[in-house]
């Protein structure tokens, strides 16, 4: 049996939690649930009113569908903000009315904010098809940006459809994502799960990534980024880069991805960087304890992405990558080339880390190719290494 000094103190403590916490529902700020009416403004009320709070505050969701146009919440704020989504956001269904702002729903400069639950639709559907048609499409929106923010939690939210990224980290600092689901059809361009750039201390666990673009994507300057228990597929599987578009660029270091299952994806782990002069570098990043299941590039090091043969070719990229650890990566690839090392010349891969391999293609041992490569290796290792 419970204690029941303790169960009262627990209930007096939450009590006391619930009471010193400002609350502001949307709906009494105008918002109608009934994903029709343009609810922009009645958010952007609520969020002002919790921006200048003195306490820690409370944004309310109820269940529902609220039409949201692109919309900024901008701090600095006073205090923490809590926003907690019962219902589903939605873009307009023109997905030309969001425009080339590039972002659907934005925060910025904000500190201490935490993002629990709910659904956003952003109909990005029109947006594709336009952009396959060959027509002058707009940018097209990410759905949710954090840029310039530090201690975020985003948690429990549901992604579909987005027009472009998902889920973009910006210029941030100590940002926990988790349990997060992102949906789009396999052919969807540029809807990346999760992008993550210029940051430090993202973690990203428990999330399932569904994509028509990298399940994660890893830009310039990320430090100290850990993923785990990642399900990934399809989608272009967990990506450091492109990296080295511009000779000035921050590297990329610090970077452990462990636990998780990658499923009908075009890649598994993948680093990739321009053909072109760069100062960028990508170092110290761990793979570990990985399930591949039928991905056409299980393990993945390119160096000469040249998208269209433009503005690279005959060169090299100088991009520095070292020190990068695959251990216990097991499953089946859909191609007979498992492993593809395809490094730079003027800037050769070093200290790359192989340790217990095991993927198969059709039943069979696969193969792998090194190009400009030095390392060691080590346990079971199927394909035979080239390292």
Not at 212 to 225: F, L, W
Not at 356 to 369: C, E, P, V
Request: glycine letters at 10%; aromatic letters at 8%; proline letters at 5%.
């Amino acid at each position: 049996m419970a204690n029941p000094v303790v169960s009262f103190a627990a209930l007096f403590l939450f009590y006391i939690f619930q009471q010193s916490n400002a609350s502001y529902n949307v709906i009494t700020f105008g918002a109608k649930p009934d994903g029709k009416t343009d609810s922009t403004q009645p958010f952007l009320k609520a969020w002002s009113a919790a921006c200048s709070s003195a306490s820690p505050s409370i944004i309310y969701v109820p269940k529902g569908r609220y039409l949201l146009k692109e919309t900024v919440f901008r701090g600095p704020c006073k205090n923490k903000i809590t926003v907690q989504i019962d219902g589903s956001l939605v873009a307009p269904t023109d997905y030309r009315a969001l425009g080339n702002s590039g972002y659907w729903i934005l925060f910025i400069k904000v500190n201490r904010v935490s993002v629990f639950g709910g659904t956003l639709d952003a109909k990005g559907a029109g947006l594709w098809a336009c952009r396959k048609s060959g027509l002058n499409c707009p940018v097209g929106a990410r759905s949710m940006t954090f840029n310039w923010a530090n201690d975020i939690l985003i948690s429990g939210l549901t992604s579909i459809n987005s027009q472009s990224m998902h889920l973009v980290i910006n210029g941030c600092n100590n940002v926990l994502v988790r349990n997060v689901r992102a949906i789009a059809p396999d052919l969807s361009p540029n809807t990346d799960g999760i992008h993550v750039q210029v940051s430090t201390g993202v973690t990203i666990t428990g999330s399932t990534l569904q994509t028509g673009d990298d399940c994660i994507s890893i830009g310039p300057s990320t430090r100290n980024m850990l993923m785990s228990s990642i399900k990934c597929g399809p989608g272009h599987g967990i990506s450091i880069g492109s990296l080295g578009k511009d000779v000035n660029e921050g590297g990329v270091q610090n970077i452990t991805l462990t636990n998780s299952i990658f499923s009908g994806s075009d890649n598994g782990v993948r680093i990739k960087s321009w053909a072109r002069p760069s100062n960028g570098f990508v170092r110290n990043v761990v793979y570990q304890n990985l399930i591949m299941n039928n991905v056409r590039n299980p393990i993945i090091i390119d160096q000469n992405y040249c998208p269209n043969n433009q503005g690279c070719p005959r060169q090299s990229s100088g991009v520095k990558i070292s020190q990068v650890t695959f251990r216990n990566i097991k499953g089946t690839s859909a191609t007979p080339e498992a492993v593809k090392f395809d490094c730079s010349p003027s800037k050769p891969c070093s200290g790359i880390r192989l340790q217990d391999i095991k993927l198969t293609y059709m039943n069979k041992a696969a193969t792998s190719s090194c190009k400009n490569i030095g390392g060691t290796s080590s346990g079971v290792l199927m394909p035979q290494s080239c390292v």
